[in-house]
Structures are given as C-alpha cells and as structure tokens.
C-alpha cells in the first residue's frame, strides 16, 4: 500500500531542490556545494523535526522507543525542521569555506513551497486539525482520530490547509522580491524576513491548535510554539537593524 504521507513529503522535497537549483544556476553559485548543502540539510532538517515531535509527544514515546523511527506514520514538528536544517547547513558551508548567509537566503526562499506541499501528508493522516467548526471548509474527521473531548463533533479546522495556502503565498513573494532585489540586499535579510513571515503566520494559526505543546509557567496563556515565533520574531529584527546598521557605516 502507498504512503501518501511519505510521498508528499518526497515530492515537497524533490520541488525545493528543483527549484533552488534554478536559482543556483540563474545567479552563478557554485552546483558542487548546492548538492552536498542540499544532502546535509534535509537530513539534519528531518532529523531536527522528529526529536520536536518526539519531545512534544514525550510521554507516548517514553513506553514506545521503537515508533520514534517510523517516521511514515507522520509527526514531524517543523521548528525542530528548521533549527536541524539550519545547524546542517551551517556546519556545512563553515567545512567548505564558503559564506553562509547567502546560501541560506536562497534556502529560505524555498522552504514555503516545501512546507506548502508538504503540510497536505497532514491531510492523508488526518492530523494537525485545530478546533471544532461549522465553516463549510471544515474538514471531516474519522471518529477514530477525534480527540476525546471532541468525540461529538465531527468537523474541524483544516490547520494543514491554511498554513499550506499561507506558506505558498509566502512563497511567491519571497521568490518575486529574492529575483528583483537580492543583488543589492544584505546578506541574511531573506532569512530573517521568511522566519518573521512564518513566526506569524504560526504563532496566530495556534490559537486554533487542540491541545498543542505547553510549558507550564505561571499565568503563561501562549504555548511552546507561539513562545519560539516571538523569539525567532525579535532575533530576526534585530538581525535586520544590526545588519543594515553595519552597512551604513562602511
């Protein structure tokens, strides 16, 4: 049998390498270090995504160690995709000798169409639905895969579909602005200008999660998620300012 979860993800994959290696070509980057930043990232970022989910659903997995490999199943958390994918890349173009920032302008570029495409494996699954709903793009949901509070309703919020549809806007207008702009913007802006457009876009579509990841601190209303888009959110400004800064003054 198929694993369309496992195909989706492969094809939002096979589009992102597709596609930054156009624009690797297009904007004369060395094709050798593209292939072996590609290899290292994917790979830490696959790996970054399933120690989240693991930690998030750590109580599961402390009595079943074995489910952590079958990734087929789904569960990937896309915070843990970017830090691994991140720290991959990194380390990798520090062995290489080249710069990085660069290089991660164009893989952020990118990375909203592999989330876009890869967020539908979530609908073959049926998960990373959020809350109950009567809107006519409700998703229907199997009485199986309700949670337990919910077991009465029957549809919910298609989380996946609105991040999906978000994520490949955010797409085009990074890939729009990277073609008209990127010769004559500092290097990092188009990281930190896709972590700050994607920190949005998440910290607000959690307030329809159902039972999302928390950290118990006193009065905190906001879950782990929503705590890490602030924070990635503020790095990246004062990113932003520090690097223009830095330029105004050569």
């Not at 390498?17 to 072996?36: A, D, M, P, S």
């Not at 602030?230 to 300012?241: D, M, N, P």
Request: hydrophobic fraction near 45%; proline fraction near 4%.
């Amino acid at each position: 049998m198929l694993n369309l979860y496992g195909i989706t993800i492969s094809l939002s994959i096979f589009l992102c390498i597709l596609i930054t290696q156009r624009l690797v070509v297009k904007y004369k980057k060395n094709e050798e270090i593209f292939w072996g930043l590609s290899f290292w990232t994917i790979f830490c970022g696959i790996l970054g995504a399933r120690l989240y989910h693991v930690l998030d659903y750590f109580d599961y997995y402390r009595y079943h160690q074995l489910d952590i490999f079958k990734i087929w199943n789904g569960g990937m958390g896309i915070w843990g995709g970017i830090l691994g994918g991140t720290l991959g890349a990194i380390t990798y173009l520090k062995i290489k000798g080249e710069k990085i920032f660069p290089w991660l302008d164009i893989i952020s570029v990118v990375t909203p169409l592999g989330q876009s495409v890869g967020r539908w494996g979530n609908f073959f699954n049926k998960e990373i639905f959020g809350l109950p709903t009567t809107l006519p793009w409700g998703v229907y949901i199997e009485p199986e895969k309700r949670p337990v509070e919910f077991l009465n309703y029957s549809k919910f919020h298609p989380l996946f579909i609105y991040e999906s549809i978000l994520n490949f806007i955010l797409f085009l207008f990074l890939l729009i602005l990277y073609k008209k702009t990127n010769e004559k913007t500092p290097s990092g802006t188009f990281l930190c200008i896709y972590l700050i457009s994607y920190s949005t876009i998440r910290f607000f579509l959690e307030f329809l999660r159902i039972n999302p990841w928390k950290i118990e601190i006193s009065s905190l209303f906001l879950n782990v998620s929503q705590c890490i888009s602030i924070l990635v959110i503020i790095i990246s400004i004062i990113f932003i300012f520090r690097n223009n800064f830095l330029r105004k003054k050569q």
